[in-house]
């Protein structure tokens, strides 16, 4: 069976499993604007930037704010889940594949104590994605600011992680959104192109 139909296949399912599980786009009061030719929900104007200092899975400084000057894509993954993460993973690798170029990607731990650089160098090596994406790796309290920024509820025994995807623009600015259920390779290649071609002044601070 294709690559393609296979993930095809897995979307259909994981999206009866996200709306069971009640996978929301954002925690931060599910604050939208019209989407603005958007594939993804439109985030309002006065989201604040944010910018952290964190190691990678190869130990390296990761600092946000270097990517400033291209779109960037921040998703919120645990390298031990073995159905929304990986999926999710393979959607912005062929999202990539698709758009013809890279442009950063950076995966924010939700599982501190279970994500570790060899495990995330482990999920990077499986998904295809070495090279391509980064994971931002630190301690709870290290990456508890990313979760309340984004509105990310962190993975628990208790409870599952906030399955979110989010698009930041050449400003560092938080401009787009997707839940794991309506998180597609089209869309979010679509939506990176439209930030691409966005003046550097587009976006408020």
């Keep these: 069976m294709p690559a393609r139909l296979r993930l095809a296949l897995f979307v259909t399912g994981l999206i009866a499993v996200a709306a069971v599980a009640g996978v929301l786009l954002f ?46 894509v921040v998703t919120f993954l645990y390298t031990t889940c073995r159905d929304t993460c990986p999926l999710t993973a393979q959607q912005i690798r062929i999202a990539l594949d698709d758009l013809g170029h890279d442009v950063p990607v950076v995966a924010v731990s939700v599982d501190p104590a279970n994500d570790t650089a060899r495990r995330a160098r482990a999920f990077l090596l499986k998904q295809g994605l070495e090279g391509r994406m980064r994971w931002a790796l630190g301690s709870t309290e290290e990456l508890q600011r990313l979760w309340k920024a984004y509105g990310i509820q962190p993975q628990s025994e208790d409870a599952e992680h906030t399955a979110s995807t989010v698009l930041l623009d050449k400003r560092g600015v938080q401009r787009v959104g997707f839940a794991a259920s309506v998180l597609t390779p089209a869309g979010l290649a679509h939506d990176i192109a439209k930030l691409e071609r966005e003046g550097s002044g587009a976006a408020t601070p």
Excluded: C, Q, W, Y
């Design 27 to 72: 925690g931060v009061g599910e604050r939208t604007v019209p989407n603005a030719g958007f594939a993804g929900a439109s985030r309002p104007p006065d989201m604040p930037r944010i910018d952290f200092a964190v190691r990678d899975e190869r130990g390296d400084m990761l600092h946000l704010s270097e990517m400033r000057g291209k779109p960037v």
